[in-house]
């Protein structure tokens, strides 16, 4: 009995070792494969975070330069996030060959790009070199950066497979362990049988459920929950298994969820920057157009602005010329009196003449009948009478004719001094038109010149607008790009962990 009992002891203790080594196994791989999952996604974490950091420095290189050394910061600590993702993800894959050789090519072209991201982001920093530039320099580091990101691609599929190999070479050991623990319990039953029934019953049976357990585990499948019976050994290996497999169950549930709404979010995401995009990229077309429709608008009130003070300048001279007018005007006008007080003095001077005409014509009429009084003794007074009678008629024939025209020419005179008033007034009614034009038109061009000016502002504002609604849908378009880098990101964590089958959840 007691060689029976050191037979089951020695199987028992042989099958718990190799069930805790098993259990142990699978704890390794486990966190192996977390610790792998969790370096392939830093890897892809950092490059992200290296081209975004990179399209902000450009970004911010133009709108808010301050903000470029902080960006530059956060690249440099991404960059060595990068490095060291690396290296963890060898670590954890237990320094497999071709992890090691990709991993030694991701440093090969992380080095690559770093020297020419690197030189693009010290100028930009120091202000050496603007957003165009640096684009056209950050060009040329876009193949490196596309197959940096191959690599890693490649690094999460070797990483896969490095652990579809590992899970097969445990379940083959576990097989091979099976195996040898079966062949030795066929040969204790065969010597023991009647004595050992009872005890394999009660020893291998959960022992066998332990690997089954085990190999469920090591395949992905954490649905089936042990059944523990007793408080022995066994139960509590069973017990063990069960709690691990549960944790382990909870853990990839939790991260399949959070997978799953990593993926929505990102795909709406993509969506609403996809829309986003559209409406921006109509925004700046639209600015584009005003801005140019206000260039136009700006040319066009310049020119009118240059006509107004034009008119402005002819309307002032004009108000001169007119003003001159009204003062030559009004020297006719007095003229034009001073010519109609001369006329009327001489009228009054011809009336003179006229009246002294008449009174010779009376006296030559006189001396006449006394010289005919006189007889032959005044003959010759009669003569000289008749002819001083003659020149007087004459004189005054002449005089009334002179005043008859001098009348007229008073009449006349009279007239155009009335129309030359007329005239000085109507020139200077003129003149105060001219002024009020050449005021209003003074105000015009005043107004014309501010509207301009203020054409001009608005003008730069829709060029600034317009050149911030470029770098906005430059930004658009690189947000839409990592949120397409974040839902592919999602989609392969939801690969990794759709290897592992869960319990049915119920409706």
């Not at 008119?311 to 003003?323: C, D, F, P």
Request: negative net charge; glycine residues 8%; contains cysteine.
């Amino acid at each position: 009995m007691s060689l029976v009992t050191a037979a089951l002891t020695v199987v028992g203790v042989w099958g718990w070792l190799s069930t805790a080594s098993g259990i142990a196994t699978v704890s390794n791989l486990f966190n192996q494969a977390t610790a792998a999952s969790a370096a392939a996604g830093s890897l892809r974490e950092a490059l992200a975070g290296l081209r975004r950091y990179e399209a902000a420095m450009i970004a911010q290189s133009v709108s808010n330069p301050t903000e470029v050394q902080t960006y530059h910061a956060l690249w440099k600590r991404e960059l060595d996030a990068l490095f060291r993702s690396g290296q963890a993800l060898v670590t954890a894959s237990d320094n497999s060959a071709e992890i090691v050789g990709l991993v030694a090519r991701q440093k090969q072209l992380a080095g690559e790009y770093a020297g020419l991201i690197a030189p693009i982001a010290e100028k930009l920093e120091a202000a050496q070199l603007d957003a165009s530039a640096a684009l056209a320099y950050a060009a040329q580091a876009e193949d490196t950066a596309k197959a940096l990101h191959a690599v890693i691609d490649a690094l999460s599929q070797a990483q896969l497979a490095h652990q579809d190999s590992v899970r097969a070479q445990l379940s083959a050991g576990m097989t091979l362990a099976s195996a040898l623990r079966l062949a030795l319990v066929g040969g204790v039953l065969l010597i023991f049988l009647p004595l050992m029934l009872l005890t394999l019953r009660s020893v291998c049976g959960p022992l066998d459920e332990a690997v089954a357990l085990a190999r469920r585990i090591a395949q992905g499948d954490l649905g089936t929950a042990p059944a523990v019976r007793g408080r022995d050994e066994t139960a509590r290996l069973l017990a063990a298994l069960g709690d691990m497999q549960a944790n382990l169950r909870r853990l990839v549930g939790q991260v399949r969820d959070a997978a799953c709404s990593i993926q929505l979010a990102s795909a709406e995401v993509a969506s609403g920057n996809a829309d986003l995009a559209q409406r921006t990229a109509s925004t700046a077309a639209s600015l584009q157009q005003a801005a140019a429709s206000m260039e136009q608008l700006n040319g066009t009130v310049g020119s009118s602005a240059q006509s107004a003070s034009a008119a402005s300048r002819l309307a002032v001279e004009a108000a001169e010329v007119a003003v001159r007018g009204g003062t030559v005007v009004s020297q006719v006008v007095a003229t034009m009196e001073e010519i109609d007080a001369s006329s009327k003095r001489i009228a009054s001077i011809v009336g003179t003449i006229d009246g002294i005409a008449f009174q010779t014509n009376l006296l030559a009429l006189n001396a006449a009948v006394e010289a005919a009084r006189a007889g032959e003794q005044g003959r010759g007074f009669a003569v000289v009478a008749s002819e001083v009678r003659n020149l007087a008629q004459r004189t005054q024939e002449a005089a009334r004719e002179i005043k008859a025209l001098i009348g007229t020419s008073v009449d006349k005179v009279g007239n155009g001094a009335r129309l030359v008033s007329d005239a000085g007034q109507t020139m200077g009614e003129i003149v105060d038109g001219v002024r009020r034009v050449a005021e209003l038109i003074g105000q015009i061009s005043a107004a014309t010149g501010a509207q301009s000016g203020d054409i001009g502002q608005v003008h730069a504002t829709v060029q600034q607008l317009d050149e911030s609604t470029q770098q906005n849908s430059a930004l658009v378009e690189q947000s839409a790009g990592a949120a397409h880098s974040l839902r592919q990101q999602a989609e392969r964590l939801a690969g990794l962990v759709a290897v592992f089958r869960l319990e049915a959840r119920p409706a």
